[in-house]
Every structure is written in structure tokens, then in C-alpha cells.
């Protein structure tokens, strides 16, 4: 009868004993479940084909990246040196408050962003966070340099003892998250792990935003 058949079948299956229960599944620590699925993909003969290429066109895609950044920054070298030397130590604006009134506004859209981010616990905390560092950098170092008279020294304290630290925390706060998220990836995905600052880009984390985008 093949209902017999089906449930003979089926018997055969729940009595075949896996190597890991799910009890013992359950029982691996974060750290454990990662080596086991690193270890699960090594043996993956197909996957490590597929990591080659995907590894090639990240290649690729860094080469890019690299070349853009590379002329942004010999062009900008002389333009700032060329700026240094032509500018007008005295220049008066016509639009003064305008300017500081929307980078202020700017700097507090970010923040709010990034408590907002932080509070849902969403990854976009990461671009918000360093995002208003850099502009609290900026206003600190726009601060002191426009700043004269009696205001030169309280643009310094509040650079030094408000604007800088703070500007430290956030951008830190931001390089933590990517380095942990990029550890927990290059585990997954058996990459090789590396010290902090020499972190690299996962490749198939690249390549995946890649085909996203197409």
C-alpha cells in the first residue's frame, strides 16, 4: 500500500541518528555554532569555487574604489595648497548665519538619527554615529579657527572638553560595531581573521551588496 510505503519511509528516517542531536545543537555557544558552520563550508567543494569568484570581483571592486579615492586625493592636495596660498586672511560673508545655522541643524539631525538608531538597535547607528563625529571634528575645528577676541578661548574649552570627546566616542562607537559585525562575518564564512585595524572586507558581504544593487 503506499501509505505503508510512506510511513516505512518515514520510520527509517526519524531512526536515522544525526551526528549532532538538536539537543546538543542547542546546547553550542555562539562561538561554537560559528566554528561548526565554518568548518560545515570549508568542506564545501562547490562553495569554495563560488568564494573564488566572488573574491575575484571584489578584488575588482576594490580596485575601483581605490583608483576613485587615489585621484580625489591628488587633486585635492594642490587645490588645498593652492587655497593656502590665495585666500584672503579677512573675508566677510553676507550669509553667516545661514551657514552655521544649518550645519548646527545638520549636526543635530545626525545625533537625533543616531539616538533614534541606537535606541531600535538599527545597523544604521554605524553611519549616523561616524557621520556626526566628523561634523562635531568640523564644528570644533571651524570653531576655533573663525573665533576672535574673547571667544577664541571659549571655542577652545568647549572644543577640547565637549566637542572632541564627544566626537571620539561616536566615531570609536561606529569603528566597534563594523569590526565586530565584519569578525562575526569573516567566522561565518571562514575568512581569515585579523587585529583590529587590519580588518578586511568580506568578500561575499561585498559581492552580496553587489548583486543587490543589479
Keep these: 500500500m503506499p501509505g505503508e510505503e510512506r510511513g516505512r519511509q518515514r520510520n527509517r528516517v526519524d531512526n536515522v541518528r544525526m551526528p549532532l542531536p538538536d539537543e546538543e545543537i542547542a546546547a553550542l555557544s555562539l562561538r561554537e555554532r560559528l566554528e561548526l558552520i ?79 538608531f541606537a535606541w531600535k538597535q538599527r545597523i544604521l547607528v554605524v553611519l549616523t554615529a561616524f557621520a556626526s563625529g566628523a561634523l562635531l571634528l568640523a564644528d570644533a575645528w571651524f570653531d576655533v579657527t573663525t573665533s576672535t577676541g574673547h571667544d577664541v578661548r571659549m571655542a577652545v574649552l568647549t572644543a577640547i572638553f565637549i566637542e572632541i570627546p564627544l566626537a571620539v566616542f561616536l566615531i570609536a562607537v561606529a569603528v566597534d560595531i563594523i569590526w565586530r559585525v565584519a569578525e562575526l562575518l569573516n567566522v561565518v564564512t571562514g575568512q581569515k581573521q585579523s587585529s583590529y585595524w587590519t580588518t578586511q572586507l568580506n568578500d561575499e558581504i561585498v559581492q552580496a551588496a553587489g548583486q543587490d544593487d543589479e
Design 38 to 116: 565554518r568548518r560545515l563550508r570549508a568542506d564545501d567543494a562547490i562553495g569554495s569555487v563560488v568564494r573564488r569568484i566572488v573574491q575575484q570581483r571584489a578584488r575588482r571592486r576594490r580596485r575601483i574604489s581605490l583608483v576613485v579615492a587615489s585621484v580625489c586625493c591628488g587633486v585635492l592636495v594642490p587645490w588645498a595648497v593652492y587655497l593656502g596660498m590665495t585666500l584672503p586672511h579677512h573675508y566677510e560673508s553676507d550669509n553667516w548665519q545661514v551657514t552655521w545655522a544649518g550645519f548646527d541643524g545638520i549636526l543635530v539631525i545626525t545625533l537625533a538619527l543616531t539616538a533614534y
